[in-house]
């Protein structure tokens, strides 16, 4: 997989002042990949690597351009770092923070055993990350599991801010659909509903994860 996904990325083994060194998974009109710093190769960093055209024919650009410019200004140790983002030609390079122990799903498949209170800790580092968001009127509409992710240190901390949403001064908001279809707030399904409440959509998704950490199903 590694390099099937490399040989189109091949002029790209080095971006900006990173050098690719592992891939990690596809994405939505791209690859992810860990990559060290060229002035410092112990310093670590996820890659999300984009085919530029693809974003521009589906209109998707703008929606890019608003999940990087609101990851980077959050500055809180519950949510993934965003530190820059890279415009080359034909690609478009989102520099975020490396979590060593992956996303939640994974990190619970190898800790079969996590005690109780760790799926605690987990949820409130994650409730700690909504409040911190929801302060400043930032709305993820796409918590899940997938989107949780463990640092070295076993903190959890949110990513994944491609249908993040800023929300007006009344919080009521018209809603288009985005987001993960099990972990949606019923209301967003509701298609009778021009307005809803979409700061509390992201609570009820994180009761989906809360009640899926502590009940193993």
């Known amino acids: 997989m590694f390099e099937k996904s490399m040989e189109y990325l091949a002029p790209l083994h080095t971006v900006g002042n990173y050098r690719l060194v592992e891939y990690i998974s596809p994405c939505q009109n791209g690859d992810v990949f860990i990559a060290v710093s060229k002035r410092d190769k112990t310093q670590k960093y996820v890659l999300k690597i ?10 998707m650009f703008k929606m890019l351009e608003r999940e990087s410019r609101i990851q980077g200004f959050m500055k809180s140790d519950k949510i993934v770092r965003s530190y820059e983002t890279i415009y080359t030609d034909e690609y478009i390079v989102l520099v975020l923070e490396y979590c060593a122990n992956g996303d939640l799903i994974s990190y619970l498949k190898k800790q079969m055993n996590l005690p109780f209170i ?21 709305v993820h509409r796409d918590i899940k599991l997938d989107n949780i992710f463990m640092d070295a240190n076993n903190n ?45 959509c992201d609570i009820w998704s994180f009761g989906i994860v809360a009640f899926t950490l502590l009940t193993n199903r």
């Open 50 to 59: 984009l085919r530029r055209k693809e974003f521009t024919e589906n209109g």
């Open 118 to 138: 760790e799926k605690v800790r987990i949820l409130a580092n994650l409730a700690e990350a909504l409040e911190y968001m929801h302060n400043r009127n930032v």
């Open 156 to 200: 959890a901390k949110l990513g994944d801010f491609g249908c993040c949403e800023i929300t007006t001064e009344n919080i009521s908001h018209y809603y288009d659909a985005c987001g993960t279809l099990h972990y949606t707030a019923p209301e967003i399904l509701n298609s009778k509903l021009s307005k809803v409440d979409i700061t509390k």
